[in-house]
């Protein structure tokens, strides 16, 4: 309940310091990002330098094609771990940012039940049916959000599995295709 200023003011602060956790959260998450991607580009950078003098030593074609041949593979695992990598900081982000969100809730919940308590126990007689509604009313909002909560939190865990599957699926296709061009490259010799 919010009777005195000092009330108030804790109630800021509390809002204040839940602002601050969501901003520090996502600025961690930005500069863990920022962090992979200045690393992905320094990679691609010596990488490309490297296949470059690498083509350019090339003698004849036999020698091409076995170059070639062994270029997709490690391309497609590097992306694959780089995008678990965003992937990971991004649901470690979410993680934290529900944690502080749920937390926020279950203590307004609790500011708004004291409030609802006070102003029942001081109503004037025959104001039951009002103080009621607010209870039922409170009650349907936290089931509303349980479940909101429930089905997010389920809807998250089949994303995982299915970005899981996709990976694995992505990573037998690209050792087929790159088996398959070796295959091509030795028959090509």
Sequence with gaps: MIATPAQFAE?????MDALYALSHAV???TEKLVDLNLAATKAVMEEAAERAQALMSVKDV????ALTGGLAQPTVEKLVSYNRTVYGIASGAGAEV???VETQIA???KKVSELIEFAA???PAGSEPAVSMFKSALAAANTAY??????????????ESNVTAATS?????????????????RKAA
């Design 62 to 65: 036999q020698e091409l094609l």
């Design 146 to 159: 349980d479940t909101f909560s429930k089905a997010a939190k389920q809807a998250v865990e089949m994303v």
């Design 27 to 29: 600025f961690d998450a």
């Design 107 to 109: 203590d307004s919940n």
């Design 121 to 123: 126990k001081n109503a």
């Design 11 to 15: 109630l800021q602060k509390g809002q």
């Design 98 to 100: 529900s944690k502080i």
């Design 169 to 185: 699926a992505t990573m037998k296709a690209a050792a087929a295709a790159n088996d398959a061009v070796k295959v091509k490259g």
